[in-house]
Structures are given as structure tokens and as C-alpha cells.
């Protein structure tokens, strides 16, 4: 089954104590993104990778770090979380062959204390 | 910043009747898309329409695009309690095609009445 998996689902954490949330995808797609959803503002792009070892930043990259070593996988990292990083996270991916819809991952909910 | 912005916010129907939203955007698109969320959980994509396309039919969906008014609607006729999400429009822009990402609205939560 086509699909993207994102780990953990859950995650409650301190300030200051780094994290990755896993991002994984079985469908060969060359691109792969990370959102955060906060209420009222939607959802705003982190980061993306157009390919292995290509990553560009987002319009809210700051305080998070990626990694793009294998086509399948886009962990994020957030090396010292603070309160304000609170939000559901979303990973996608898509194919830059077209069509570009983009398949997403059930999310992560973070709450930093 | 914000590309696509959906209207209204919030809508609530009856079970049957359609439900149309509405999203406008500020630049020039390769195309358009709407996803489906329910509460909490990951984006589903419904349909895309491409710039030079001006109407498109899913099922039970129907998206119109008019790039002179740089909009979009979304139409669900004969709704079910199971249309019951938050629509989002995302749009795909012209200088990054496919790769720079979409651009979300904020959604229209829409909610479907038994």
C-alpha cells in the first residue's frame, strides 16, 4: 500500500531536549516536505527536498533541521525545542514527474512544555 | 506567506445540499489543488486542476478555475455526514512548478448537518 509514515504519532517533550520525528515513504518520490498546522494559520511549509542531499528551506525553517540521506526517508529535527514548536506536524511527498498532488502522512502531535 | 486563501471559513449545511467553497490566490499557478482533512489528521488529496484547464469533475466534486479572477471553488453536491472536513486549496506557482512545494489556505471547515 502506498503510503507515507510518520513516527512517532505522539510525543510530549521539554524545552531543550533535541527530537526527530521519522518521516518515511514506500512510493519512489523524489519530493518529500514537512508542515506544521497551527489553528488560524493553516498549514505552513518547514522545509522540502527535491532529492537525496537536496533540502530548501520552507517559510518557517527556523529552529528546525532536515536530513535527506535516502530517497525514502526526511526525518526532522528539532536539536533544542521550545514551547513555541507546539503544533501537529505533517510530512508529504510527491512525484516531480507530475502529477504533483501530494500524499501525506497521518501527522505528529507535538507538545513541547 | 499565504497564497491561497479559501471563503468561508466555516460552513454548515444540511445533509443533501451542496456545499460550494471558494479560494483566491495572489500569483500565477501551474495548477491548483483541494485537499480534504478530518479532524486531526493528514491531508487527502481530492483533485487537481491545471492552469489552462478551467473545469473539472471528481465524483461528486466539481472545481472550476478562473485565472483572470485568480480563483477557484470547490462544489459537493447531494453532501453526507461523511463530507464533514476541513477543504483546503493549495496552489502549485509558476516559477517553482512542482518542486518549490504548494502553498496552503487556511481551509474551509464545512459540516455536514443529519
Known amino acids: 500500500e502506498a503510503q507515507v509514515t510518520q513516527n512517532p504519532r505522539y510525543l510530549i517533550t521539554v524545552t531543550g531536549k533535541k527530537l526527530t520525528v521519522t518521516c518515511s515513504q514506500n512510493?519512489?518520490?523524489?519530493?518529500m516536505s514537512w508542515y506544521r498546522q497551527d489553528p488560524g494559520l493553516g498549514l505552513r511549509q518547514i522545509y522540502y527536498?527535491?532529492?537525496?542531499?537536496?533540502?530548501d528551506k520552507g517559510d518557517v525553517p527556523e529552529g528546525y533541521k532536515v536530513s535527506r540521506k535516502e530517497k525514502r526517508n526526511f526525518p526532522l529535527i528539532l536539536e533544542s525545542p521550545s514551547p513555541n514548536q507546539t503544533s501537529l506536524y505533517f510530512c508529504a511527498s510527491s512525484s516531480l514527474q507530475g502529477p504533483y498532488e501530494q500524499y501525506f502522512g497521518p501527522g505528529t502531535r507535538l507538545t513541547v512544555t | 506567506s499565504q497564497q491561497g486563501e479559501e471563503d468561508p471559513q466555516a460552513l454548515s449545511i444540511q445533509e443533501g445540499e451542496n456545499a460550494t467553497m471558494n479560494c483566491s490566490y495572489k500569483t500565477s499557478i501551474n495548477n491548483l489543488q483541494w485537499y480534504r482533512q478530518n479532524s486531526g489528521r493528514g491531508l487527502v488529496h481530492l483533485i487537481l486542476?491545471?492552469?489552462?484547464?478551467r473545469e473539472k469533475h471528481s465524483g461528486r466534486l466539481r472545481v472550476t478555475l478562473d485565472t483572470s479572477k485568480k480563483s477557484s471553488s470547490l462544489l459537493i453536491t447531494a453532501s453526507r455526514a461523511a463530507d464533514t472536513a476541513s477543504y483546503f486549496c493549495a496552489t502549485d506557482v509558476l516559477s517553482g512548478g512542482g518542486a518549490d512545494g504548494l502553498t496552503f489556505g487556511k481551509g474551509t471547515h464545512l459540516i455536514i448537518q443529519p
Open positions: 486542476i491545471r492552469s489552462n484547464e
Open positions: 527536498s527535491m532529492n537525496v542531499e537536496v533540502t
Open positions: 512510493m519512489n518520490h523524489e519530493y
